[in-house]
């Protein structure tokens, strides 16, 4: 059977192997949803699909709410392509620690359009925007989506044809939401809340500055009424609330595919679309999940706090999302990215079996990160970390790959370590040079960049925007050869990749001490972990 409405209203077949089913009526909220609109998403990607859409089936279940989500792409349209030959419908399976696992057929995407200029669905698109019920457009665009410049500082084409131009026929992502402000504002200047829920800190600080390149281009060039900027900067009008979102969201597994299709359902198998985007009608993910939302909705608040999201002030996000983003999380996601590689690990859990690699990740967490740690009081930091190395990264049902992760190492490194170091560097009681564990890491990205594995073999780096420009330091990358050491220290005081100078800040000398040891011979990296983490317990 193909996943469609119709299995789900006319079949037992599914709630019989455990499926969990919308106990609404899916083309009656579809309706109710293009009527009155209240939530658009931007991003049609796993992060959504298995977290959020989830929980509007919730309220939906639970008749808290009687709209669901329309969802626009505007990057990888393809995406759009395969989830509609399903109905809009998707199958979330949640993967327990414990083995278990739960799946439910997701119906609350009530409408999929692509950003195309002049197509149906951008005018339909443009309609949604006019609607005054709207209030809340969110968006997971990645980390990427909101940079308006290339690596050199320079407007990319798309955005700089937009700022030129005005808001007709605009061509990047962001010209686009604009172009969809912009109508909102000559339809009554409605107010409404742009909620970026992208894993970055200051998620909405970065996309309302975007947003305002725009619209102050614009304005500067004629092409819209100075009303429509102050519309824009009003934020009882137009709000741009931070977040902090963390679950585990991996592409689609072949494993979940065969327990899908065993069920009897036809057609699972995950697409790769021309941009390289994975995408299923199923999406995996683990049951942790975490969403802290600024309390700033000038048209209305969402229910999610109903289905344990929670609002709260601005400083509290900051602190949260700086906990885990900074200290508590991702910097141990990255390291274990960086050696999964070098070590040919393909998942992450596998790594947990490694001592090596669990005692770096616990310094890293436990005694290099706790002790600069913004406690947001609502969260735990030191549990946080608990819940993280002993449940979340050692689940061995999340089949999560360390390749994934290093994809875009270099615009993580600033935020994930750099912030860290920055904190040590400010502090009267702490020194950057105790530092043991972020030198290292950061020594095995450089190593990592080589492309040859701590066995001596060649593997392909992740991708990564800066690669044109880093992979050619280390393309005479040789084992027990010196590999361009001058350069690399002029790599190292790259603040736009570490987010300071580190050889300002003396830490340079370690980390290339550290590298040069890596590369010495095969297992050289392993080596190199070793010694480290013996001179940190003997001190």
């Not at 065993?262 to 049951?287: I, R, W």
């Not at 370590?417 to 020194?431: D, R």
Request: charged share 25%; with cysteine.
């Amino acid at each position: 059977m193909k996943l469609s409405k119709k299995i789900i209203t006319k079949s037992s077949d599914l709630a019989d192997r455990g499926y969990l089913l919308p106990r609404y009526d899916v083309d009656k909220v579809t309706r109710k949803t293009l009527e009155e609109p209240r939530w658009v998403q931007l991003g049609a990607g796993n992060i959504f699909r298995a977290f959020l859409a989830p929980h509007q089936q919730q309220l939906l279940n639970e008749g808290v709410v009687d709209t669901g989500i329309i969802v626009a792409e505007g990057y990888d349209t393809e995406i759009i392509d395969v989830l509609q030959r399903y109905d809009n419908l998707t199958i979330n399976v949640t993967l327990k620690s414990d083995g278990n696992l739960t799946k439910e057929i997701i119906g609350s995407i009530s409408k999929y359009v692509k950003m195309e200029n002049d197509s149906d669905d951008f005018i339909l698109l443009k309609e949604i925007f006019r609607k005054p019920s709207l209030e809340m457009v969110s968006m997971t665009i990645t980390e990427k989506g909101y940079s308006l410049v290339d690596n050199h500082g320079e407007l990319m084409p798309l955005v700089k044809a937009d700022f030129e131009n005005g808001p007709y026929n605009t061509q990047s992502y962001l010209g686009k939401l604009t172009t969809l402000l912009f109508e909102r504002y000559q339809a009554g200047a409605f107010p409404l809340a742009l909620v970026s829920m992208d894993n970055m800190s200051h998620n909405g600080e970065k996309l309302q500055n975007s947003v305002f390149a725009y619209v102050n281009r614009w304005v500067e060039k004629q092409l819209v009424p100075i009303d429509f900027s102050e519309y824009i900067l009003n934020s009882g009008k137009v709000s741009f609330p931070w977040t902090m979102i963390d679950k585990i969201t991996p592409r689609p597994d072949a494993k979940i595919e065969a327990l899908l299709e065993k069920d009897g359902l036809e057609d699972m198998s995950p697409s790769q679309t021309l941009k390289h985007t994975f995408v299923a009608p199923y999406v995996n993910g683990e049951e942790t999940e975490y969403l802290i939302i600024e309390d700033n909705f000038p048209n209305g608040r969402p229910l999610l706090d109903k289905t344990g999201i929670i609002y709260t002030k601005r400083e509290t996000v900051n602190k949260v999302e700086t906990m885990k983003v900074t200290t508590c999380l991702n910097p141990l996601h990255t390291a274990l990215a960086i050696f999964g590689c070098l070590f040919d690990y393909h998942f992450i859990h596998e790594e947990m079996r490694d001592p090596d690699l669990v005692s770096l990740i616990k310094v890293l967490g436990y005694q290099e990160g706790l002790p600069v740690v913004m406690n947001p009081e609502i969260i735990n930091p030191e549990k946080f970390i608990d819940e993280v190395i002993n449940t979340r990264l050692a689940n061995p049902f999340i089949p999560d790959t360390p390749q994934r992760i290093a994809t875009d190492t270099s615009q993580k490194l600033s935020v994930r370590y750099g912030e860290t170091i920055k904190s040590y560097v400010a502090s009267s009681t702490l020194n950057a040079h105790s530092l043991k564990i972020i030198p290292l890491v950061l020594a095995g990205w450089l190593r990592y960049l080589s492309g040859i594995k701590d066995s001596g073999e060649m593997f392909e780096v992740s991708p990564d925007p800066m690669l044109p420009v880093l992979q050619p330091l280390f393309s005479e990358f040789k084992l027990g050869k010196t590999n361009a050491i001058q350069e690399i220290e002029t790599l190292l005081r790259n603040e736009k990749i570490f987010g300071l100078d580190l050889v300002e800040v003396g830490l340079s000398d370690s980390i290339i001490y550290l590298y040069e040891e890596m590369s010495k011979a095969p297992g050289a990296v392993r080596l190199t972990i070793k010694n480290v983490l013996s001179e940190i317990k003997s001190n």
